[in-house]
């Protein structure tokens, strides 16, 4: 079957950090990857997309990785702050509709 | 530039009653998408509007959903008549071309939470 599978535990990390947060799917061939931010009683904000035929793409201090053979993405956040506290999405496109995972909440502590 | 809007913010209502929710997309986007979230679970697609046009209705969850867009412009979603696992947050979206497409980003409101008792 098909699935979109996120960290379902919260990622606690201390300030200055880096956070990592997985996504990974099965049985599912996307043609991009998008990643969101959700702030309690708040839509999704768009964040970053990467497409199949990109391995990386960097905008400030977050970093995507793409890699279709794993079927995998990693989003990473450099010198963390508590104001990147937040549910982060992937979400997968190129199938008429974006199709999300549950989300991985982030907790960054000073 | 106004947002993406959606209203009632929240919705409290009993089982077998009916409830409408509204969303205005940001102005000059074609493309509306209604999305749910069930507590704990991801965000579901339920369908997609290009202008008036239903695009793809593939995630309504049944005929008591329906969801209309006349003129092309703000879009309801009514529920009629509502069940205990109606409950939700139903987050509307807008995108300018065809995003699926493009690769555009999507647009969202903040949601109208739905409570059905």
């Known amino acids: 079957s098909q699935k979109i599978e996120q960290n379902s535990e919260a990622l606690n990390i201390q300030e200055g950090k880096t956070a990592t947060l997985t996504c990974n799917y099965t049985n599912y061939s996307p043609a991009y990857l998008q990643w969101y931010r959700q702030d309690p009683g708040r839509g999704p904000v768009f964040l970053l997309l990467?497409?199949?035929?990109?391995k990386e793409k960097r905008k400030e201090r977050l970093k995507v990785t793409f890699d279709t053979t794993l079927k995998q993405s990693l989003f990473h956040i450099t010198a963390s702050q508590p104001a990147d506290s937040a549910t982060y999405l992937c979400a997968l496109g190129g199938y008429n509709k974006l199709i999300f995972g549950a989300g991985t909440r982030l907790a960054v502590h000073p | 530039e106004a947002g993406v809007t959606q209203f009632p913010s929240h919705s409290v209502i009993e089982k077998g009653q009916t409830v409408t929710l509204r969303c205005d997309p940001i102005?000059?986007?074609?493309?509306l998408y209604w999305y749910r979230r069930v507590m704990g679970k991801e965000i579901k697609f339920l369908l997609h509007f290009v202008k008036e046009s239903k695009q793809d209705e593939s995630g309504m969850p049944n005929n008591r959903f329906l969801a209309e867009r006349t003129g092309g412009t703000y879009s309801t979603l009514k529920v009629q008549p509502a069940e205990l696992e109606d409950s939700g947050v139903y987050f509307c979206?807008?995108?300018?071309?065809?995003?699926?497409?493009?690769?555009?980003?999507?647009?969202f409101g903040s949601g109208t939470q739905l409570s059905v008792l």
């Open positions: 979206a807008s995108s300018p071309g065809t995003a699926v497409a493009t690769n555009e980003k999507l647009f």
């Open positions: 102005s000059g986007h074609d493309n």
């Open positions: 990467i497409r199949e035929n990109e």
